[in-house]
């Protein structure tokens, strides 16, 4: 999934640049100049700072350390520079006077960079200033538990501008995974709010087709699917559809072919931890209500309206069966119009699709797993770290420049001419280098977008800007910055109309509330309680057990660990939250 993601994400950037017209009547340079205004007023000094920062800038030059593994966006470069000298580098020491040294750097396939970490974190070597880290939370509780990383929250709090903090007050338990006490451990790197979120995604020439209205219940759900699979909705004359793309494989809450919406229409959500009534921590998979649910899928096997495979399907097969013709329902994100819908289109001529809100269960509930705090990754401040303040600058530059440039602002085409935008001569943009490759010296076949060189992975994100664009836009708004511009020319309709279905609902998602480390008991006994409950629920809906064998599962969790981990969850909920 992160590799699509992570594709779309900079194609979408391309396309943007190409799709918008800047008219800022700078042009652009390999190198930007600083542009530090001159001002009457004398420099104001921030203190903390061994040398100094007055104006944006430290008086005196520092150095901020770090490490660093290439990933596939930001390893491209161009001739004769690198990830320790390039566009960005330069920039950021000029206009903050920041000189960023790599004490090492590995190109990160089969996760060299996580393994290299994890080495100087079992000999004990020394840190530098700052250390990055996207990926397994097992590496990120290793990197709080070295004792080599300084608490962050007086730092946020002192020089944080006010755009991150908002970021990290839309969700308060953004710090719950980096907390060890009161203590904030890391400095989140913020994400777009909500995009994981779900929707239900119907074939709406089918429906069409049919005569029949998109569900807003489990019942009338029933009544689609049965529609789907009986009345022949693809024309073909054969039976040959079903109605809910699912795949359960990795389990009953997947970020595609979820089924989890099935659970939180009675009132729980598998494979997490939920709040109980109580404000206790309780995992949603032996709630009463799991049985429930698992009872209603097995209905819907029986009637043929989910796969007969789903349990041999993970979210990208699984999704096939949507993008293939088979299936009219799929539950996903609202970006799934920008992948993997394009198959759909491609293997069905004609097709359409719409979002539609989660449906209701029998006494009213809704929910979805989301919600989730916007952080997708973490960075770490060496105690010794002779500026430590340094980084919050650095991020704090990106949030002002790089996150929402407004038309006209400096940085409102791109980062750097010539790496992720070229001007054309009637003053339009362009990310065409195969079109334009004299406009992108020193680069062959791709452009090279620095973003994904910083140490915050892309820069800034504000997690509110995504949602309320696309809102925004779904009410007929014309797009005016130059992001609004990025999204309105880079994504679909259907894509725009999703984001707005999530936010409509944005109360029905249910988080997962427990998101710290391993504990004791769940090192040892967590593969054999994720076991137990896998294949019972599977068993259930497949008949190989009896729906009532659910109760003798959650005995058995109980007694072999669950009831244990359960008692050390809510511990460290309680000593966090």
Same mark, same amino acid.
């Given at each position: 999934m992160k590799k699509w993601l992570s594709v779309l994400l900079v194609l979408s950037f391309m396309l943007a640049i190409a799709a918008c017209s800047g008219n800022n009547t700078n042009k652009g340079t390999n190198s930007p100049a600083a542009t530090n205004k001159a001002s009457n007023e004398p420099a104001k000094v921030e203190e903390g700072s061994t040398e100094g920062f007055a104006d944006g800038k430290y008086t005196t030059p520092i150095t901020l350390t770090t490490v660093w593994g290439l990933n596939q966006n930001g390893s491209i470069f161009k001739e004769g520079e690198s990830i320790e000298d390039n566009v960005h580098t330069r920039l950021i020491k000029e206009r903050l006077g920041i000189d960023i040294k790599y004490n090492w750097v590995v190109t990160n396939t089969n996760d060299a960079y996580k393994t290299k970490l994890r080495l100087m974190l079992s000999s004990g070597e020394e840190m530098p200033d700052v250390v990055t880290y996207r990926g397994d939370m097992e590496t990120v509780n290793m990197l709080i538990d070295s004792g080599q990383f300084m608490p962050v929250g007086d730092l946020v709090d002192k020089y944080a501008n006010d755009t991150y903090k908002a970021g990290l007050d839309l969700d308060p338990t953004i710090w719950l995974p980096i907390s060890r006490g009161a203590d904030k451990m890391a400095l989140p790197i913020l994400d777009y709010a909500y995009n994981a979120d779900h929707v239900m995604w119907i074939r709406e020439d089918?429906?069409?087709?049919?005569?029949?209205?998109?569900?807003?219940?489990?019942?009338? &759900? !029933?009544?689609? &699917? !049965?529609?789907?699979?009986?009345?022949?909705?693809? *024309?073909?004359?054969?039976?040959?559809?079903?109605?809910?793309?699912? +795949?359960?494989?990795?389990?009953?809450?997947?970020?595609?072919?979820?089924? +989890?919406?099935?659970?939180?229409?009675?009132?729980? &959500?598998?494979?997490?931890?939920?709040?109980?009534?109580? +404000?206790?921590?309780?995992?949603?998979?032996?709630?009463?209500?799991?049985?429930?649910?698992?009872?209603?899928?097995?209905?819907?096997?029986?009637?043929?309206?989910?796969?007969?495979?789903?349990?041999?399907?993970?979210? /990208?097969?699984? /999704?096939?069966?949507?993008?293939?013709?088979?299936?009219?329902?799929?539950?996903? =994100?609202?970006?799934?119009?920008?992948?993997?819908? =394009?198959?759909?289109?491609?293997?069905?001529?004609?097709?359409?699709?719409?979002?539609?809100?989660?449906?209701?269960?029998?006494?009213?509930?809704?929910? /979805?797993? +989301?919600?989730?705090?916007?952080?997708? *990754?973490?960075?770490?401040?060496?105690?010794?770290?002779?500026?430590? !303040?340094?980084?919050?600058?650095?991020?704090?530059?990106?949030?002002?420049? &790089?996150?929402?440039?407004?038309? *006209?602002? !400096?940085?409102?085409?791109?980062?750097?001419?010539?790496?992720?935008?070229?001007?054309? =001569?009637?003053?339009?943009?362009?990310?065409?280098i195969a079109k334009y490759p004299d406009l992108f010296p020193g680069l062959k076949d791709q452009t090279a977008p620095p973003l994904y060189y910083t140490l915050t992975f892309e820069g800034a994100r504000i997690p509110t800007l995504y949602a309320e664009t696309h809102v925004k836009l779904a009410g007929g708004a014309e797009p005016v910055t130059p992001y609004e511009k990025q999204e309105f020319n880079t994504r679909l309709k259907e894509n725009t109309d999703a984001m707005k279905v999530v936010m409509d609902q944005n109360s029905i998602r249910m988080k997962n509330y427990y998101m710290g480390p391993l504990t004791e008991t769940m090192q040892s006994k967590n593969e054999l309680l994720n076991k137990l409950l896998n294949e019972t629920f599977s068993k259930i809906v497949y008949g190989q057990q009896p729906v009532d064998s659910f109760d003798t599962m959650v005995e058995n969790w109980k007694k072999s660990g669950g009831e244990q981990i359960t008692k050390e969850v809510n511990d460290w909920y309680n000593s966090v939250k």
């Open positions: 089918w429906l069409t087709k049919l005569n029949l209205k998109a569900p807003t219940t489990l019942a009338e &759900m !029933e009544t689609v &699917m !049965e529609a789907f699979v009986k009345n022949d909705p693809d *024309g073909d004359s054969k039976a040959d559809t079903i109605g809910l793309a699912t +795949g359960f494989k990795n389990g009953f809450a997947n970020w595609m072919t979820d089924i +989890g919406f099935v659970f939180g229409a009675y009132g729980t &959500m598998p494979g997490q931890w939920n709040q109980a009534a109580d +404000g206790s921590l309780a995992h949603g998979s032996i709630n009463p209500a799991a049985k429930d649910a698992l009872t209603k899928l097995k209905e819907w096997l029986d009637k043929g309206y989910i796969s007969q495979d789903s349990a041999l399907l993970d979210e /990208s097969t699984g /999704s096939e069966l949507f993008t293939k013709g088979e299936a009219g329902i799929i539950f996903g =994100p609202n970006w799934l119009p920008a992948w993997p819908f =394009p198959d759909l289109l491609n293997n069905v001529p004609g097709a359409k699709y719409k979002a539609y809100p989660i449906p209701a269960g029998p006494d009213g509930k809704i929910g /979805s797993a +989301g919600g989730n705090p916007p952080a997708n *990754g973490y960075v770490f401040v060496n105690k010794k770290a002779k500026n430590p !303040e340094a980084i919050l600058h650095y991020y704090n530059w990106f949030f002002d420049n &790089m996150a929402n440039p407004q038309p *006209g602002s !400096e940085f409102e085409k791109g980062f750097a001419e010539g790496y992720d935008y070229a001007t054309l =001569p009637d003053g339009s943009i362009t990310a065409d």
